[in-house]
């Protein structure tokens, strides 16, 4: 009896999704191909594994097999790491990141990894937390670096540093208070920062405050500098801004809430890379905090 480590993904892949097509996607296989394996693994133990006749739903042997399939892959990819030489493990890594990150420590992190695993390919993925939340369980991306945690029993979320707010404004601008009338410029519209200072300002300004959203940090900060408004944005970001003297703070007697951000991923037997991935953006995100 023989089989091999693609046959359990493809096997395993099916199982989860319950269906050939989304296994192949995930896998990044043609669904003959898909079809090939879970056939050949078949032939080799001598059993069906699925039932044809209910979409793909494991029999009674394939679902025993799930657990045996799961700790196989597990024990490779627990030698793979702890054995092999990380330097040699070359694949394609795709990470989905939000701008708050990409404008922070987002290239040490790239760095360290690469130094790390040398031969890994990466792809870099910019957009919203709720974007890259659905493109992770799209299986478009590996590793998710997003405001979290995603509450899905099937994701591992690795808590990173959170991101401070604060008001910021031009010295030429003599706005003390966001009721004051000052557009208040911020993140894009569909994002939990925007939601959540829209709530609080209507709160505590009633309706008359104005929100000038953008999907871009960096033009949000721009656009405070030329006094065109009064940011709500992350402390972190503004180093260079509140050096150049461009913007300033001041502090209206509140602060909207900090931004909690995790490195996510979908748990899986073989998570060996997104696994060590999430500890090295914790590591890096962690001294970046404290620098």
């Not at 990380?86 to 922070?104: A, K, Y």
């Not at 790390?116 to 299986?139: K, Q």
């Not at 670096?145 to 991101?163: A, F, T």
């Not at 003599?174 to 009721?179: F, H, I, N, Q």
Request: proline fraction near 7%.
């Amino acid at each position: 009896m023989r089989f091999t480590l693609d046959q359990l993904r493809a096997f395993l892949a099916v199982a989860r999704t319950g269906n050939v097509r989304r296994a192949a996607e995930e896998l990044h296989l043609t669904q003959p191909a898909v079809t090939a394996r879970i056939k050949t693994l078949e032939a080799a133990l001598g059993v069906e594994l699925f039932d044809r006749s209910a979409s793909m739903r494991p029999t009674k042997n394939g679902a025993a097999l799930i657990g045996y399939a799961e700790q196989y892959l597990k024990l490779n990819s627990l030698i793979q790491r702890d054995v092999g030489r990380p330097d040699g493990m070359q694949s394609l890594f795709r990470i989905g990141v939000s701008e708050t990150i990409v404008q922070s420590w987002l290239p040490e992190f790239i760095t360290t990894l690469r130094a790390e695993f040398p031969r890994l390919t990466v792809e870099i993925d910019v957009d919203i937390s709720r974007t890259l939340r659905e493109r992770l369980f799209a299986n478009a991306i590996d590793l998710a670096l997003l405001m979290g945690p995603i509450s899905d029993y099937r994701v591992e979320n690795i808590p990173l540093p959170d991101y401070q707010m604060t008001w910021f404004r031009s010295p030429s601008l003599s706005v003390s208070d966001p009721a004051a009338g000052a557009p208040v410029i911020t993140f894009a519209r569909d994002t939990r920062p925007f939601r959540l200072l829209k709530e609080t300002l209507l709160e505590r300004c009633g309706p008359g405050a104005v929100i000038f959203p953008s999907s871009s940090l960096s033009a949000c900060f721009r656009l405070v500098a030329a006094g065109l408004g009064i940011g709500a944005l992350p402390l972190s970001l503004a180093a260079d801004y509140l050096t150049s003297g461009q913007v300033e703070q001041f502090d209206p007697g509140w602060t909207p809430e900090p931004l909690s951000f995790t490195a996510s991923f979908l748990a899986a037997p073989e998570v060996s890379v997104t696994g060590r991935a999430a500890e090295i953006a914790q590591m890096v995100a962690t001294a970046y905090d404290k620098n």
